[in-house]
């Protein structure tokens, strides 16, 4: 099939890239390429197509969206803390624009849409493992319109009949998530130590997250493409909850280099317990087994010392 990546040289989206393009689709990657390179899929130059622009420009949008069968649609301007005090950026750059995606891809007769949206904000207070039939309850501007998204898809399910599927992704990490921009404890916790700066710890032994790999989730969200005619909403965690004092034991446990620390009450913005039941997409993996968070702190360690360009001084 034709399949299009929008935010495809991203975090979670240049991962996706790799597994589609293994899986021998034909692949085009839509992303702000900095002079014509990326920041991620140099390797697979050669075997994708590289389409450089801007999401909210409409003909070029439209343009790149021709003769596509799937989309996958990685582009998100924000995070949480971004717009807890100015909710209007996401509706101006995030909801809008992505209407105006689902109604071009309709348009253009893509088949099917893939939306990454955020089991971390989706369903706000809860307790336990939460499954997709839970009541979602957002109280941040991010999760809010992450869940108008998702209720745009089924819009333009019935309207326009191109059928989407939606992930409700818990706490992303791994290599190629941004630290010099970090979205994410892990990744910020990472940043900090790299510049020898205080990690500051929000929460306690309540403080629960669902913390998964990003090759895991990639490999996941693979399952769409099975079927380009039917719609559902997955929930995409471990089901394991750490709470974040753990998780500042294993950074402790595995981080070759000192750092100072303090602990901090949980934020305004902060959910107090994210554990997502991924049965229903589990149902399709039979034998699949998710990535351990100790090993893979340490790989994504590496990587970011590895990669991490320190900011310049003035």
């Known amino acids: 099939m034709n399949i299009l990546i929008l935010g495809g040289d991203g975090f979670i989206g240049s991962h996706v890239v790799d597994k589609v393009v293994g899986l021998g689709h034909t692949v085009t990657v839509f992303d702000r390429f900095s002079y014509r390179v990326s920041k991620h899929l140099e390797h697979l130059r050669g075997k994708l197509n590289f389409v450089s622009g801007e999401f909210a420009n409409r003909d070029v949008l439209k343009h790149v969206l021709e003769n596509q069968d799937i989309v996958y649609h990685f582009?998100?301007?924000t995070n949480p803390a971004?717009?807890?005090n100015d909710p209007f950026i996401e509706v101006e750059q995030n909801l809008k624009d992505s209407i105006q995606f689902f109604e071009l891809a309709s348009e253009?007769?893509?088949r099917k849409i893939i939306f990454p949206s955020s089991g971390g904000t989706i369903y706000g207070p809860q307790s336990g493992r939460i499954a997709e039939d839970t009541l979602p309850q957002p109280f941040s501007p991010y999760g809010i319109t992450k869940l108008a998204t998702e209720?745009?898809?089924?819009y333009f399910r019935e309207h326009a009949n191109i059928a989407s599927d939606i992930y409700r992704i818990g706490n992303a990490y791994g290599p190629r998530?941004?630290?010099n921009n970090p979205q994410g404890?892990?990744?910020l916790w990472m940043k900090h130590i790299l510049e020898g700066s205080e990690i500051q710890v929000y929460g306690d032994r309540q403080t629960l997250r669902d913390y998964i790999y990003v090759e895991?989730?990639?490999?996941l969200m693979t399952h769409s493409l099975h079927d380009t005619d039917s719609s559902e909403t997955y929930n995409l965690g471990t089901g394991i909850g750490v709470s974040i004092l753990d998780l500042l034991n294993v950074f402790i446990d595995t981080i070759d280099q000192p750092f100072q620390y303090k602990v901090h009450p949980r934020r305004s913005f902060d959910n107090t317990s994210v554990i997502l039941d991924s049965s229903r997409l589990m149902a399709f993996f039979s034998g699949f087994k998710f990535q351990s968070l100790k090993e893979k702190i340490i790989d994504t360690w590496c990587y970011v010392k590895e990669n991490y360009t320190p900011p310049q001084k003035p």
Do not use: K, M, R, Y
């Open 75 to 77: 582009i998100c301007t």
């Open 82 to 84: 971004s717009s807890w």
């Open 108 to 110: 253009c007769g893509v």
């Open 151 to 154: 209720h745009f898809l089924n």
């Open 177 to 179: 998530q941004p630290v």
């Open 185 to 187: 404890v892990i990744a």
């Open 216 to 219: 895991d989730i990639a490999q």
